[in-house]
Nanobody, 125 residues
C-alpha cells in the first residue's frame, strides 16, 4: 500500500503564503504523476496543480497560475505546493494525489490512484 501524508496547512491572512508538503511512503510504485486538489465546503474536489514526476513538467489551474508552485524532491519522495498571494477563496482542504499511469485526465480525481487525508488551509480576509 502507498501512503500519502500532507502537512503545512493552517490559518493565514490574505496575501500571505503557505507551503504544503506531501510525503509518500509504502510500497514502491511507478509514480508518473502527482497532483494537488482542493475541496471547499459544499463544492466538488477541484484540480490545483500537477507535476510529471520524472520530467518535472508542471500544470496549473487558471485560478492559481502565477501564485502557486508545485515541485518535488525525488530523494525525499516528497511533493510540495508553495502558495503565495493567498486569497480567501483559496480556503479549502488540500489533498495530494498520485497516479501510477502517465495517462488520464489531470483534472479528474478518479484518474489518480492514491490520496492523502488532506490538510486544511484557511485564508482570512
Amino acid at each position: 500500500q502507498v501512503q500519502l501524508v500532507e502537512s503545512g496547512g493552517g490559518l493565514v491572512q490574505a496575501g500571505g503564503s503557505l507551503r504544503l508538503s506531501c510525503a509518500a511512503s509504502g510500497r514502491t510504485f511507478s509514480r508518473h504523476r502527482m497532483a494537488w486538489f482542493r475541496q471547499a465546503p459544499g463544492k466538488e474536489r477541484e484540480f490545483v496543480a500537477e507535476i510529471r514526476w520524472s520530467a518535472g513538467i508542471t500544470y496549473y489551474s487558471n485560478d492559481v497560475k502565477g501564485r502557486f508552485t508545485i515541485s518535488r524532491d525525488n530523494a525525499e519522495n516528497t511533493l510540495y505546493l508553495q502558495m503565495n498571494s493567498l486569497k480567501p477563496e483559496d480556503t479549502a482542504v488540500y489533498y495530494c494525489a498520485a497516479a501510477g499511469s502517465p495517462f488520464g485526465t489531470q483534472t479528474r480525481p478518479r484518474d489518480y490512484d492514491y490520496w492523502g487525508q488532506g490538510t486544511q488551509v484557511t485564508v482570512a480576509s
